[in-house]
């Protein structure tokens, strides 16, 4: 089988190798999040593909990288054009695939990925630029000159998103790519491939491997051809792609998990703190910059717990294709039982439960109930390790020094949300925090412009804006002495 129908639009389950479709002897199953309907069967590549890819992509660069900023930006806005004239048909394919509610979908998600595309195009073209200083004389002229191949690994919980939050800037920098999407939610990625061709990006400069992380992903990282690794997922497989890269000193960009905090402080606007706190729920708490440690002063505990719950129950959870849903299904039924598992422990560990806890038996399926944590055992895992779930655990602090002992007292530093009514005292606080991203009396306002990425466990390097290209192209000092010239 090579071609599935999903919401009306053909997807091609094959890779896609120098601009064709390539299949692979064997393949692996997707399924919907929504109702367990299989979708299809899917390539599954591995050493032998991943070889194809990276080949075309090393064929291809020195054309790609040829065409300078400007050719590459006429081509790339042709893309970032296809995906908005394709995006109810992204929006649905994605929704069918990874269970996200298709209202966020084709309100922001999809026009963020051409978004993602048109403004590293622009950013290469009009803002990729430095000063040219003088040494004794003698210019310093800086340049971000495309490096090779990148090999890009991403994850499930916005499959497209973050996938092209890595091929924006890859291509705009005259990188030449291979994408190795998420299992569990293969289908966008390969729709996207096929934008790519429409909108004349030569063979070979884009690929798609489908398959495992171990087999094809591993695969990939290891390759000595592969210039970059840009990776999106979890602390262990970082580690075991630093491994492979190693080898080849292949430098790696990784943004990994988080257990961020959200404190709420004594002075803070309580309504504003529930809705902020209620937000952590967004993508069925699938998102790694989700504040899943609700810190809040004792004195103010109790009512913003009881604001927490009244916002907290006009949550919708259903089907994801609904408009009115706030809440979908989790992933998988691996991800799922995982979910559990932290929820069952944490309450024989003696935590309590506020709110939620348990499946949803009313809708079956992949439904966990949003769920409300509080007085977990200190250092459990219910306060340190990820859970990537609705599951929000809740605890106090009296001092200030306490709440940030508290925040900063995980392996992690992805961000942090803030929410207090005084600036002084946030911004006091904020000094102290170790994370890459603080919000104060907000949460995930995100601008292509500001570096992101994670402090500690939670990542290496910062993307965005020219951090990006500081990442995917090799950065070059070109020193022109007064002295020696002719003319
Ligand atoms: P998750 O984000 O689901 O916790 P991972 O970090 O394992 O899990 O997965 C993120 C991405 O990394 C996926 O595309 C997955 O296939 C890929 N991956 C998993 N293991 C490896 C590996 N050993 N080498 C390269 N990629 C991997």
């Not at 210019?139 to 924006?168: E, F, H, Q, R």
Request: proline content about 5%; hydrophobic content about 45%; overall charge negative.
């Amino acid at each position: 089988m090579s071609t599935i129908e999903v919401v009306g639009a053909q997807v091609d389950t094959r890779h896609f190798i120098n601009g064709n479709r390539v299949a692979s002897a064997e393949t692996f199953l997707d399924t919907s999040p929504i109702d367990g309907t299989v979708l299809g069967e899917i390539a599954r590549g591995g050493q032998t593909e991943v070889n194809l890819a990276v080949a075309a992509a090393k064929a291809a660069f020195p054309a790609w990288a040829g065409l300078g900023p400007q050719g590459r930006g006429v081509l790339l806005h042709k893309l970032a054009d296809l995906v908005e004239e394709n995006l109810e048909t992204l929006a649905q394919l994605e929704t069918f695939d990874n269970g996200s509610l298709l209202r966020s979908h084709r309100r922001g998600v999809m026009p963020r990925v051409a978004l993602n595309i048109r403004f590293f195009a622009d950013w290469a073209m009009n803002e990729l630029k430095h000063e040219v200083f003088e040494t004794r004389g003698h210019s310093n002229n800086i340049s971000w000159d495309p490096s090779g191949v990148a090999a890009l690994i991403t994850p499930w919980n916005a499959p497209l998103m973050l996938a092209t939050w890595k091929i924006g800037p890859a291509l705009a920098a005259g990188d030449t790519v291979v994408l190795k999407p998420a299992e569990w939610t293969p289908l966008s990625a390969s729709f996207f491939a096929d934008l790519t061709k429409q909108a004349g990006i030569p063979d070979g400069v884009f690929n798609v491997v489908q398959g495992f992380g171990k087999e094809a992903g591993a695969a990939l990282v290891a390759h000595p051809d592969i210039a970059r690794i840009s990776f999106t997922g979890s602390v262990p497989t970082a580690k075991t792609i630093a491994r492979a890269a190693a080898d080849n000193l292949t430098p790696c960009s990784f943004e990994l998990g988080g257990k961020s905090p959200c404190i709420v402080f004594e002075d803070a606007d309580l309504d504003l703190a529930a809705e902020l706190a209620v937000e952590q729920y967004d993508n069925a708490g699938q998102v790694c910059l989700s504040g899943t440690r609700i810190l809040v002063h004792e004195a103010v505990a109790d009512e913003f717990a009881a604001r927490f719950r009244e916002r907290a129950a006009k949550l919708k959870q259903g089907d994801p294709r609904d408009p009115e849903t706030d809440i979908g299904p989790q992933i998988h039924q691996v991800h799922f039982d995982r979910i559990k598992g932290f929820v069952d422990r944490a309450v024989a560990g003696g935590a309590n439960i506020v709110m939620g806890g348990e499946p949803n038996s009313e809708l079956g399926g992949l439904f966990f109930r949003p769920t409300l944590v509080k007085d977990p055992q200190p250092g459990s895992e219910i306060v340190t390790a990820e859970i990537f779930g609705p599951v929000l655990c809740m605890q106090t602090f009296k001092t200030d020094d306490e709440a940030v002992a508290m925040a900063n007292g995980t392996e992690f530093g992805l961000a942090a949300v803030v929410v207090s009514g005084n600036r002084q005292h946030a911004e006091q606080i904020t000094k102290q925090l170790v994370a890459g991203t603080i919000w104060v009396n907000c949460f995930f306002v995100r601008d292509l412009r500001a570096p992101f990425g994670g402090s500690k466990k939670s990542g290496v390097g910062r993307e965005g804006g020219t951090w990006s290209f500081d990442f995917y192209a090799d950065v070059k000092n070109t020193v022109v002495s007064p002295n020696g010239w002719k003319e």
